[in-house]
Structures are given as C-alpha cells and as structure tokens.
C-alpha cells in the first residue's frame, strides 16, 4: 500500500464521506472501520500540516 493510501483510504468510497457547508470532509454512517481510521489519520496530519505551515498530502 502507498503511503497516501493509508490516509486517504476513506475517500476510496464515495458513500463513506460528504462535506459540510464550509467545505470539511466528514464520513457519513456507511463508512467502515477501516476507512474511520484512515480519516483520523488525514485528520492528524491535516493538524500537524496546520501547524507547522509545511504541506504533507
């Protein structure tokens, strides 16, 4: 598995997410495990990316 497929795995789906109306990706209830991981996953390193100013994905 590439890198980016770890943290993206979520957006493999497009039942599993939608976005909210400021334009924030969000994982609906169809979702699996699997694909919660990988979003908290793209969540930590959106923050770190935040954080630090240097963009990762």
Do not use: C
């Not at 909210?20 to 609906?28: G, S």
């Not at 699996?32 to 100013?53: M, N, Q, T, V, W």
């Amino acid at each position: 598995m590439v890198k980016g497929e770890v943290y993206l795995y979520w957006m493999t789906n497009s039942e599993w997410y939608d976005y909210d109306e400021n334009e924030k990706p969000y994982l609906t209830d169809k979702a699996p495990e699997k694909a919660r991981i990988s979003f908290e996953k793209y969540l930590d390193l959106k923050e770190r990316e935040r954080k630090s100013g240097v963009k990762i994905i």
